[in-house]
């Protein structure tokens, strides 16, 4: 009777430890099917691949601040009647509403003075990718300005880029030589106007027109607009230029109206352009250090 209760007490112990060796014996297995050196987790599938860094750019500057003094009084010439504190304020511009100070900020400045009305505007957005996994910053930004591109009727970048007309020097104030027209006139018309006799002098020429465009040489990509209003008797014709380029992950656009108050007068494209180009060049440069 003693014997059979000694041999109830110890088959516990046994089956412990049977299940102990089993246990073992099978970590022993997994250990000898896994290769060396190995580091891939069965549960990931494979490699995981590391998301896009961020853009270059994590702020954006001062808007208001961006355009230095000299050039404002160039593009904005004031009103001779203005006092200085006039003065002070016509060039502090004013800043538009935003709600993301570190996403989309613009200023924006208005000069009147009897002959014409100026505008300029200037915005900087910087864009973000939410999922960098797919597309970098960089890669978004770009697919913003594409659309903006496409907004603009213009070719997509690479198509028909042709280079830009050389930048009239600020210091000096000239404006580059007007491109050659198709019919050889320099000044973009025929010579001559219907009905000239053989000894008349030539017939007065039309201004230029540039003429909105893709760009070459400011920032990463670029285009330019240049819209006309339609002449009329009494109401005279306003220029509009806009300039959007893109560096890197920030899109700046720059707009530049000018209003004249008689009929008759044309704003110059050519001048007109040359102002914006040289604004957007000296952001370009701004960016960049």
């Known amino acids: 009777m003693q014997r059979k209760a000694v041999r109830r007490r110890a088959l516990p112990g046994v089956a ?3 299940a102990l060796v089993a246990g073992v014996t099978g970590l022993t297995g997994c250990t000898e099917t896994s290769s060396p050196g ?3 987790d069965a549960k990931a599938g494979g490699s995981t691949v590391a998301p896009a860094q961020p853009g270059k750019y994590r702020n954006l500057p001062a808007p208001c601040k961006a355009v230095d003094a000299k050039r404002l009084r160039v593009m904005l010439p004031a009103d001779e009647s203005l006092t200085n504190q006039q003065r002070e304020q016509l060039y502090a511009g004013t800043a538009d509403a935003s709600y993301d100070a570190d996403r989309r ?3 924006r ?3 009147q003075t009897p002959s014409e009305t ?3 505007s200037v915005g900087f957005e910087r864009v973000v990718s939410y999922d960098r996994a797919t597309a970098s910053d960089d890669d978004k930004a770009r697919q913003v300005y594409v659309r903006r591109l496409t907004d603009a009727h213009l070719p997509f970048p690479g198509a028909t880029a042709t280079p830009s007309p050389p930048v009239a020097s600020a210091s000096t104030g000239g404006a580059p030589a007007a491109p050659p027209s198709p019919t050889g006139s320099p000044g973009g018309s025929p010579t001559g106007s219907p009905g000239a006799g053989p000894g008349a002098g030539p017939g007065p020429t039309a201004a230029p027109e540039l003429g909105s465009r893709v760009l070459e040489g400011l920032g990463n990509e670029a285009y330019i607009e240049d819209k ?5 008797t009494t109401a005279p014709q306003s220029r509009t230029v806009r300039t959007v380029f893109r560096t890197s992950n920030v899109i700046v656009t720059i707009e530049y109206s000018v209003q004249p108050s ?3 007068v044309v704003p110059s494209s050519v001048e007109t352009q040359d102002r914006v180009r040289q604004l957007a060049q000296a952001l370009v440069e701004r ?3």
């Not at 006309?228 to 009329?232: D, R």
Request: hydrophobic content about 40%; some cysteine; charged content about 10%.
């Open 118 to 120: 100026r505008l300029l």
């Open 109 to 111: 400045w208005t000069a």
């Open 16 to 18: 412990m430890l049977t």
């Open 105 to 107: 900020v613009g200023c």
């Open 287 to 289: 960016f960049n250090d």
């Open 38 to 40: 190995t580091t891939t």
């Open 228 to 232: 006309l209003s339609p002449a009329g």
């Open 262 to 264: 008689q009929p008759g």
